[in-house]
């Protein structure tokens, strides 16, 4: 894609927003010395190895290697190109762009065909939300949503629509709005195709409309719930190139900012129960689109919060993705705790019942541990008057304990399992040491593995001392165009590691054209994705740049010498094998050659 924006536009984008703002609208970060850390978005981690520097407007990911400046996250985070991500990032900055020509016909197909489908499900909702909130096909919805407690602040506010019991109703609706073909609003899933002849028809009718929107706050899909009868209950839209439900949490983009505040996520099962805790004042309220919670999903939240409150139905089904879904949370680092309702109660229905304020005070303030959940959940399916399923229950329990960090909170969960069953604390307590000894041994065995598997790839990759040599150069020029000039003219192009080589070319041109040291706006002309990595590791090293004479000379040293050592390297491998083949004249000719190197270099 050609540019088409100026360099001098882009750059003023750059400059007028800090990375640290952008990417905290993605990444939860924290302070930590002179940068920011945080959990990196790119892989999973319960460790933070996602830094990003203020001073240097850059990000670098020390597990992944994943690096760059606002631009290249917004492009990465999000799946958009450059020219759209400095888009973006104008809009936030409050920068206008020059007109872009010819832009809409240069964009490729499948973007302007998403585009247009965001288009659709934003005329969509707005006509499902007119006829429910000002029309007479609205009337039935309207008194149903009404007895389910529905304000008319809460319809606004989630943009709840009706779509009328007709066949054609949106199909024409879009047809006169929209120049666009039946075969890909149908692929959208907002209409469908007869099998017959293939004429489009209303994919939802009869149904109240919820729209679901993705986390940068584009509409992409709808739930329809029925008004009537008939099956099924609940229909999403169908998964395309713009939803997919295991990437979607809803109403994430509007809880996002409070979820940042608070570091705290209330999760439950669908939108119904978002929307009636928002009644109740929850402004932090998400759900899945199912039950079962993806690791996306997970991360998404983790990234933003440190908590996760879990609200789920007191069915065996809610029980189970509470079970479920609590684990994957935490498998990403989370903190989760349960909110339990009554049986038979799911939140809206608790809400509508006992009212916004109990549900507050009496389910999500009285929150219990995920621990204290697992003695509730493995009771179920057990008879523990019997002596078979009573001995099951305590060994699952003591297991469950010995997974606890915290020896107070073992020893806490411990004495309510004796006090219960009437069981010796002692007895249970050498329980769990034999259970934790058995963990040790097994995590010792996998820890194992893991540092030989290490040992092994660092064999495979140990830097040497000239490599390290034009890894600190590079660093140094990044940050000083005087101590590239100096590097310039007495090496120039001799890097001996390729992308230490092209890495330099960029930066000679780079201070050519006039450009100060600058390491987020090279950054932008570094096309190759991993040269970028490189650049960006090597500059966000705190480097001296007031280096005197020798360090300078030393590091020219190194490098100027590598073809010797090389050389020396592949004699000596010759003399091995003239030895081995009892050729002793000529591996001491080698031996000589050797000598005489060495002496050279000495020099």
Request: aromatic letters at 10%; hydrophobic letters at 35%; one cysteine or more.
């Amino acid at each position: 894609m050609t540019q088409r924006i100026p360099e001098e536009t882009i750059e003023e984008v750059r400059k007028a927003l800090d990375i640290v703002d952008v990417i905290s609208e993605y990444v939860q970060l924290k302070k930590q010395g002179r940068n920011f850390v945080g959990l990196c978005p790119f892989h999973g981690e319960k460790t933070p190895s996602f830094s990003v520097s203020p001073d240097k407007q850059l990000y670098h990911c020390f597990g992944c290697g994943a690096g760059g400046n606002a631009f290249s996250f917004v492009m990465e985070t999000e799946g958009i190109s450059f020219i759209e991500a400095v888009e973006k990032l104008a809009s936030k900055a409050n920068i206008s762009l020059p007109q872009l020509e010819g832009q809409e016909e240069n964009k490729p197909e499948i973007s302007h065909k998403m585009t247009t489908w965001v288009k659709a499900h934003e005329l969509a909702a707005k006509l499902y939300h007119h006829i429910l909130t000002a029309s007479d096909e609205g009337k039935e919805a309207r008194e149903y949503l009404r007895k389910r407690g529905f304000t008319k602040e809460m319809i606004d506010h989630f943009q709840v629509g009706y779509a009328p019991n007709s066949w054609d109703f949106l199909t024409n609706f879009l047809e006169k709005r929209l120049d666009e073909s039946h075969e890909s609003l149908a692929e959208c899933g907002l209409l469908a195709l007869r099998e017959k002849d293939k004429k489009p028809y209303d994919r939802f009718r009869d149904r109240i409309m919820f729209p679901i929107w993705n986390q940068r706050g584009k509409l992409i899909a709808f739930g329809g719930r029925i008004l009537s009868e008939g099956q099924p209950k609940y229909l999403n839209s169908q998964e395309s190139k713009v939803f997919n439900k295991s990437e979607v949490l809803y109403f994430f983009h509007q809880a996002r900012p409070m979820i940042r505040k608070k570091s705290e996520a209330v999760l439950f099962e669908g939108y119904m129960d978002v929307i009636s805790a928002w009644r109740a004042g929850i402004d932090n309220g998400i759900a899945a689109m199912g039950t079962a919670l993806t690791e996306i999903q997970a991360k998404m939240i983790r990234r933003n919060a440190d908590r996760v409150i879990l609200c789920y139905d007191s069915d065996d089904a809610g029980l189970n993705a509470t079970y479920k879904n609590a684990q994957i949370l935490q498998k990403v680092g989370a903190e989760v705790v349960i909110a339990t309702l009554p049986e038979g109660y799911d939140p809206d229905d608790y809400i509508r019942e006992k009212g916004p304020d109990r549900f507050v005070q009496d389910i999500i303030n009285r929150h219990i541990t995920f621990t204290a959940f697992k003695f509730h959940y493995f009771r179920r399916g057990k008879n523990l008057q019997l002596e078979g399923d009573r001995l099951n229950y305590i060994e699952q329990i003591i297991e469950e304990i010995s997974l606890l960090p915290r020896a107070v909170e073992r020893d806490y969960y411990l004495r309510q399992l004796a006090e219960e069953f009437s069981l010796s604390l002692e007895a249970l307590k050498q329980e769990q040491i034999d259970i934790i000894k058995k963990q040790q041994k097994k995590e010792k065995r996998q820890f194992y593995k893991a540092v030989q598997a290490k040992n092994v790839n660092d064999a495979k990759r140990m830097i040497s001392a000239h490599e390290a040599a034009e890894r600190e150069l590079i660093a140094l020029m990044l940050q000083s165009r005087s101590i590239a000039d100096q590097v310039q003219k007495e090496i120039g192009g001799e890097f001996h590691y390729d992308d230490y080589q092209a890495i330099a070319a960029h930066i000679y041109s780079y201070y050519g054209e006039g450009y100060e040291p600058d390491p987020s706006h090279f950054i932008e002309r570094v096309e190759d994705p991993k040269l970028r990595k490189i650049t960006t590791s090597l500059a966000m090293k705190k480097v001296n740049i007031d280096l005197s004479e020798q360090e300078m000379d030393d590091y020219l040293k190194h490098i100027r010498q590598f073809p010797k050592k090389k050389e020396i390297e592949q004699l000596k491998i010759k003399q091995k094998q003239a030895e081995e083949s009892l050729q002793f004249k000529e591996a001491a000719l080698i031996a000589m050659e050797i000598v005489k190197i060495n002496q050279e270099l000495k020099q």
